[in-house]
């Protein structure tokens, strides 16, 4: 099988499944499992892992209801990151994360529907235009062209 491409992709699929997991009933098993996972059998790295694990869910659990969405999104681009990096360096570990991102999905399909949802507002005044292109958003106001 091969999952080279799914590789690649695999630490924003995984961070928005870890965020999203942050908020629901589940949220024990899979950081247990993300400690785990991230410490590679080293216990001060699991540990490391586990107080950073921790400390995002705490600011998820308690941000007010308007920056819950905003914060959520930007504790996944920070995740995607260190997932990914860690998949790119150490391809087993990358293909264990993407069973475990797999096996969530088919575990908590409402969940990881709304784990895939990418939500943008633009907002233009004016004359302003906003053009947006796969993941770029651009928005140009001619009184400033």
Do not use: C, Y
């Not at 990914?84 to 990358?94: K, R, V």
């Amino acid at each position: 099988m091969d999952v080279s491409g799914e590789l690649a992709t695999v630490g924003t699929a995984s961070a928005l499944a870890l965020v999203t997991a942050m908020t629901a009933d589940s949220w024990r098993g899979v950081r247990t499992w993300f400690g785990q996972w991230l410490g590679r059998g080293h216990s001060e790295t699991e540990v490391h892992h586990l107080t950073r694990l921790d400390r995002d869910q705490e600011a998820l659990s308690t941000a007010r209801a308007d920056d819950e969405e905003q914060l959520a999104r930007d504790l996944a681009a920070g995740w995607a990151v260190r997932l990914q990096d860690i998949a790119d360096m150490d391809q087993d570990a990358g293909r264990e994360l993407l069973e475990w991102v797999t096996r969530w999905r088919a575990e908590n399909p409402e969940a990881a529907r709304s784990a895939a949802v990418v939500k943008q507002n633009a907002k233009g005044s004016g004359r302003a235009r906003i053009t947006q292109v796969g993941g770029n958003q651009t928005i140009i106001r001619p009184e400033r062209s």
